[in-house]
């Protein structure tokens, strides 16, 4: 079946442009995840959706950064006024979680993520 | 900042050898789970160990937890060449009994099998 999906693949933009992430959970799960990855690091999470509610937002590195999801299927990263040390991967991660008290018991499903490039 | 840290960061063995990594953690978890990334299918979840349990198998991954040590370790035995990959640790923190599944990743490691 379809896995979770993000586009573009690879974008590329100058210093202080605005780029918007797409991220196409597999349907029908309720949570979502967004997670940064440097260069030869582990993901570092960012912010995390149940349906269309964005219940954490704790990892978003700054106020230039900003996640929607508004009718709990696809979400989308929108970096505003990039800067170079926003380069990295940015992945996706869906899961069937029904809530709160049982996300840590499913496991998540990775889109192939996102290279930023900031020149 | 990263919560994990993984040892060792870089691993390198013969086809047919076994691998061993492992994984420290910081605070209390409600589980552990150990993921694979190449660059040709990204992130791929290999195995989840609850923090009730000491070890868990699935096919040639054995997973290993110690609570009171705050730490994990990932064997593959009868390595491949196809097992070349990094490999982290992620683990759930527990907030006050409950987890809706936020990971936090290790470093990982990157282990090279040679054919």
């Known amino acids: 079946g379809a896995g979770v999906s993000q586009s573009p693949r690879y974008k590329v933009a100058k210093r202080g442009q605005d780029v918007a992430l797409r991220c196409d959970p597999i349907?029908?799960?309720?949570?979502l995840f967004w997670y940064q990855q440097a260069l030869g690091q582990g993901p570092e999470f960012l912010t995390y959706?149940?349906?269309?509610?964005?219940?954490?937002k704790s990892g978003l590195p700054s106020d230039r950064f900003f996640a929607e999801r508004p009718e709990g299927s696809v979400s989308t990263l929108k970096i505003q006024r990039t800067q170079q040390e926003d380069s990295a991967v940015y992945l996706c991660?869906?899961?069937?979680?029904?809530?709160?008290?049982?996300?840590?018991?499913?496991?998540?499903?990775f889109g192939p993520g996102t290279r930023l490039t900031v020149t | 900042s990263q919560q994990g840290e993984e040892d060792p960061q870089a691993l390198s063995i013969q086809e047919g050898e076994n691998a061993t990594m492992n994984c420290s953690y910081k605070?209390?978890?409600?589980?552990l789970q150990w993921y694979r990334q190449n660059s040709g299918r990204g992130l791929v979840h290999l195995i989840l160990?609850?923090?009730?349990?000491r070890e868990k198998h699935s096919g040639r991954l054995r997973v290993t937890l110690d609570t009171s040590k705050k730490s994990s370790s990932l064997l593959i035995t009868a390595s491949r060449a196809a097992d070349t990959a990094s490999y982290f640790c992620?683990?759930?923190?527990?907030?006050?009994?409950?987890?809706?599944?936020?990971?936090?990743f290790g470093q990982g490691t990157i282990l090279t099998v040679h054919p």
């Open positions: 959706f149940q349906n269309e509610a964005q219940l954490d």
């Open positions: 992620a683990s759930t923190p527990r907030f006050g009994g409950t987890s809706y599944g936020k990971l936090t």
């Open positions: 349907s029908g799960h309720v949570s």
């Open positions: 991660a869906s899961s069937l979680a029904p809530g709160p008290l049982a996300g840590g018991l499913y496991e998540q499903y």
């Open positions: 160990i609850r923090s009730n349990e």
């Open positions: 605070t209390s978890i409600n589980n």
